[in-house]
């Protein structure tokens, strides 16, 4: 296997199972994947919520906004059945639940955490998230990233040594420069900027490159020559099984 590049399971194995819920988590640890990648929102009553979008509607049969409902009233919604039927009954976890998973023997695996506070601000979501990190011994085995400048830059002041990557869309040109201002440790970026002039520049600047959905396993060849350190799927087992022949 090409141990060179680690395979991160995006929202979890979402490509077989409901995105961001526990069965995608332990399917993705199961597949012998190196890491998994989540979205974090915040509740109205604080809580840290696993969910990719700021409502509830394309992925449970609820609706309205994160922000707008206490986690009491997230859990009681099926954020499976929009998969599969055999999913219904999924719930929707605290990021709390998902560290508790993450501490148990036999799981060693790497934790993006995404925090979802590009559209909708979340005050304090950072301190929340690097306190529950720190309560389970996790600073070793978490990344966060996100889209906001200021929100990685908020971490950067919060802790130090945190693994911290920026994401982007597209292949935008001040990338390099932001990376360096903020003070992230590496660019989460999408495959156009992995093999443009900008991706390799970053990469000899000391930027490792995670790369987000890459779901066609012939292109690992290439971003693996390309130098990238993670690339993120929605199907680990395709990507594993390529490389075990």
């Known amino acids: 296997m090409k141990k060179e590049v680690k395979i991160f399971a995006h929202r979890g194995m979402s490509g077989h199972y409901p995105e961001n819920t526990m069965a995608a988590f332990q399917a993705a640890l199961e597949a012998g994947a190196a890491g998994i990648e989540l979205d974090v929102q915040m509740a109205k009553d604080g809580k840290l919520v696993v969910i990719h979008d700021e409502t509830v509607d394309r992925t449970t049969n609820g609706s309205g906004y994160i922000k707008d409902m206490t986690y009491a009233e997230i859990v009681q919604l099926d954020a499976g059945g929009w998969f599969a039927a055999a999913n219904a009954g999924e719930t929707i976890p605290e990021l709390d639940t998902v560290f508790q998973w993450a501490v148990r023997d036999g799981n060693e695996l790497l934790i993006n955490v ?89 990469k000899e600047a000391g930027f490792p490159l995670r790369v987000y959905t890459v779901n066609d396993e012939t292109r690992s060849d290439f971003l693996t020559k390309a130098g990238v350190e993670v690339i993120m799927t929605d199907f680990p087992g395709r990507f594993l099984k390529n490389w075990l022949g």
């Open 114 to 202: 995404e925090l979802k506070n590009d559209l909708i601000e979340y005050p304090g979501l950072e301190e929340k998230v690097i306190e529950l990190v720190q309560r389970y011994g996790m600073e070793e085995r978490v990344i966060l990233s996100s889209f906001n400048e200021e929100s990685m830059r908020r971490v950067r002041k919060l802790h130090p040594t945190l693994q911290t990557g920026y994401l982007i869309t597209g292949v935008p040109e001040d990338t390099l420069v932001v990376a360096k201002r903020i003070g992230v440790n590496s660019i989460h970026c999408e495959e156009a900027f992995a093999l443009s002039e900008l991706g390799r520049e970053a």
